[in-house]
């Protein structure tokens, strides 16, 4: 009688070492956004409010998206490539990082 092997689940707990620090090297590339967006976040009410001008609700949503658009990407990301090995991994956070830079360029286009 012959056994048939189960494949080994992966996920969060099975995400070994390796996983971990191409997710850990990502969070500070994905961070480099993060940072923008909070920059821009400060220095556009700032700027409003030195020439006293109202910030809109519009402006409000577009500099808030660009702060968090890498966050849930990152997360996104995070939660596709959990089942993946290393390489598929890297993939999946580059076309998220890809995703990140085109969301922004888009809003910062929109500003």
């Known amino acids: 009688m012959t056994t048939v092997e189960t494949p080994e689940k992966r996920g969060f707990t099975s995400f070994g070492r390796s996983g971990w620090a191409v997710a850990l090297v990502f969070a500070f590339i994905y961070a ?3 940072w923008g967006g909070i920059a821009n976040l400060v220095g556009v ?14 402006v409000w949503a577009l500099i808030i998206a660009y702060a968090v658009v890498p966050v849930i990407v990152y997360i996104a990301a995070l939660v ?13 956070f580059l076309v998220g990082f890809a995703v990140v830079a085109v969301i922004s360029l888009d809003i910062l286009a929109l500003a």
């Open 32 to 34: 480099y956004h993060l």
């Open 80 to 92: 596709v490539g959990r089942r993946l090995r290393n390489v598929g991994r890297i993939v999946v």
């Open 45 to 58: 009410v700032t700027t409003f409010s030195e020439f006293g001008a109202p910030v809109t609700g519009g």
